[in-house]
């Protein structure tokens, strides 16, 4: 059974930068694509990075394009978000998520097979 863990989350200043890990365990990370996601209060989970199995092929939502990059190591089976320029509309639970089969490039929930349990990320002055 997969299991993710995500940590590196806390308190920042607008404009501030943040790098959010996502360990895997129980299975090679190799099989999965990862992906990055949040959920602020009141609002629906949403897409923020894709990084694909193999060939580090990429995909954002807009609202975090040239500030946020999704990374990983599958040698050591971690997955990173760097987050930068972060602003007060970042601040949500950010959670790591693995699929197996996911068309390339999809930030669609219901591809992702395997959940962490998220870490709060807020921004605020």
């Known amino acids: 059974q997969l299991q993710l863990v995500e940590s590196g989350g806390g308190l920042v200043q607008p404009g501030g930068s943040l790098r959010l890990s996502c360990e895997v365990t129980?299975?090679?990370?190799?099989?999965?694509?990862i992906g990055w996601f949040r959920q602020a209060p009141g609002k629906e989970r949403e897409g923020v990075a894709y990084?694909?199995?193999?060939?580090?092929?990429?995909n954002y939502a807009d609202s975090v394009t040239g500030r946020f990059t999704i990374s990983r190591d599958n040698a050591k089976n971690m997955a990173w978000l760097q987050m930068t320029s972060l602003k007060p509309e970042d601040t949500a639970v950010y959670y790591c998520?693995?699929?197996?089969?996911?068309?390339?490039?999809?930030?669609?929930?219901?591809?992702?097979?395997?959940w962490g349990r998220g870490t709060q990320v807020t921004v605020s002055s």
């Open positions: 998520a693995a699929a197996r089969t996911a068309p390339v490039g999809t930030m669609k929930m219901k591809w992702y097979d395997y």
């Open positions: 129980g299975a090679t990370l190799d099989d999965y694509a």
């Open positions: 990084i694909a199995k193999i060939d580090d092929i990429t």
